[in-house]
C-alpha cells in the first residue's frame, strides 16, 4: 500500500534560517514518482518538484534543495535562507506507476518570521 | 486565466441539500482529478477522469458522491443528501497527459463546502 509520513506538523523559523521539511514514503513498486507541492493561504496547490525513482540525484533549484535517498525511503525538501513568502503548508505525495492518483502525506505548515 | 478554475469558491448548504461544484481545467489537458481535503490534512483522492471517461471512482466516499465529464473538459462534482462530514475543500486538478504517475497536475484554488 502507498504512504507518505510527513511527521513534522508545524515549523516555525526567523527569516534567513534554512529549514528542511521531511517526506517519508511507502510502497512496494519499484517504478514510482514523487512529487512536492506548497499550499499558501490561498488554498491553491502550487506543483514544485517531481522525481522518478530511478533518478537518486539532488536537485537544487535557486533556495528550493531536494534530497532523494531510496535507502531510506525519504524525499526531503530544504529551503535556503528562508524568507516570509516561504510560508506555506507544504506537502510531498507519491504516485505508483499506473496509478491514476496522487498520495499526499498531511502537510508541513512552515511560518518563517521577520 | 491558462489555470484551472473551480467554481464556487466558497458554498454554504442545509444538511440533505444537494450540491453541484464546477472545474475548468486547463485547456487541452487530458485527465482530470478531484480531491477532497479536510481541514488540516492532505487531499485525498476522489475520481479520475481521462478525457470523458471516468477511469477510477475509487475514492468516492460513498454513492451520494456523482462525477461527470461529459464533454472531455469541463467536469461537475455532484453530492447529493449533503451530510455534515461533507464539509471539506474540494480540489480539481488536471494534466496534460494520461494519469498521475509522472505527470504534475495542476489545481485550482478549490471550493470550500460548508454543511450546516
Known amino acids: 500500500a502507498q504512504k507518505v509520513t510527513q511527521a513534522q506538523t508545524e515549523i516555525s523559523v526567523v527569516e534567513k534560517e534554512d529549514v528542511t521539511l521531511d517526506c517519508v514514503y511507502e510502497t512496494r513498486d519499484t517504478t514510482y514518482y514523487l512529487f512536492w507541492y506548497k499550499q499558501p493561504p490561498s488554498g491553491e496547490l502550487v506543483f514544485l518538484i517531481r522525481r522518478n525513482s530511478f533518478d537518486e540525484q539532488n536537485e537544487i533549484s535557486g533556495r528550493y534543495s531536494w534530497n532523494f535517498q531510496k535507502s531510506t525511503s525519504s524525499f526531503n525538501f530544504t529551503i535556503t535562507a528562508s524568507q516570509v513568502v516561504d510560508s506555506a503548508v507544504y506537502f510531498c505525495?507519491?504516485?505508483?506507476?499506473?496509478?491514476?492518483?496522487?498520495?499526499f502525506g498531511q502537510g508541513t505548515r512552515l511560518t518563517i518570521n521577520p | 486565466g491558462a489555470g484551472v478554475s473551480q467554481s464556487p469558491r466558497y458554498k454554504v448548504a442545509k444538511r440533505g441539500q444537494d450540491v453541484a461544484l464546477r472545474c475548468d481545467p486547463i485547456s487541452g489537458h487530458v485527465s482530470l482529478f478531484w480531491y477532497q481535503q479536510a481541514l488540516g490534512q492532505g487531499p485525498e483522492f476522489l475520481t479520475y477522469f481521462q478525457n470523458e471517461a471516468q477511469l477510477d471512482k475509487s475514492g468516492l466516499p460513498s454513492d451520494r458522491f456523482f462525477a461527470e465529464r461529459p464533454e472531455g473538459s469541463v467536469s461537475t462534482l455532484k453530492i447529493q443528501r449533503t451530510q455534515q462530514e461533507d464539509s471539506a475543500v474540494y480540489l480539481c486538478?488536471?494534466?496534460?497527459?494520461?494519469?498521475?504517475?509522472?505527470?504534475?497536475?495542476?489545481f485550482g484554488d478549490g471550493t470550500r463546502l460548508s454543511i450546516l
Open positions: 505525495a507519491l504516485s505508483e506507476e499506473g496509478a491514476q492518483k496522487l498520495v
Open positions: 486538478a488536471s494534466s496534460e497527459g494520461q494519469g498521475a504517475y509522472n505527470q504534475p497536475q495542476h
